[in-house]
């Protein structure tokens, strides 16, 4: 990862302008059989210049830009915390749907 080219861009995430660094790359997922992915690594940087941890953000859709992804797991965040929520707290763990 600390080969790619390192981009740096400001987008309107999570509510409000973030700038992020990220890098990406086209590789093959093990964990899904060998399938292609868009892998895209990602920090967001504060208003001193710290950066957040690393994440990985994967997508099954190659052609998509890292800006897009960026924009496309920022899209559906907002259902994740009622996924933890009826998952966790209503003991709905074993649920497979």
């Keep these: ?21 990220y890098r990406s790359a086209v590789v093959m997922a093990r964990f899904l059989g060998g399938q292609r992915v868009k892998a895209v690594w990602v920090q967001f940087e504060d208003v001193q210049g710290r950066l957040s941890g690393t994440r990985l953000l994967l997508s099954t859709l190659t ?19 009622m996924f933890n929520q009826i998952k966790h707290a209503w003991g709905l763990q074993e649920t497979w749907q």
């Design 1 to 21: 990862m600390a080969a790619l080219p390192e981009q740096r861009t400001t987008l309107t995430l999570y509510g409000k302008v973030q700038i992020v660094r």
């Design 63 to 81: 052609e998509l830009s890292a800006e897009s992804i960026l924009t496309f797991y920022e899209k559906r965040w907002c259902c994740e915390p």
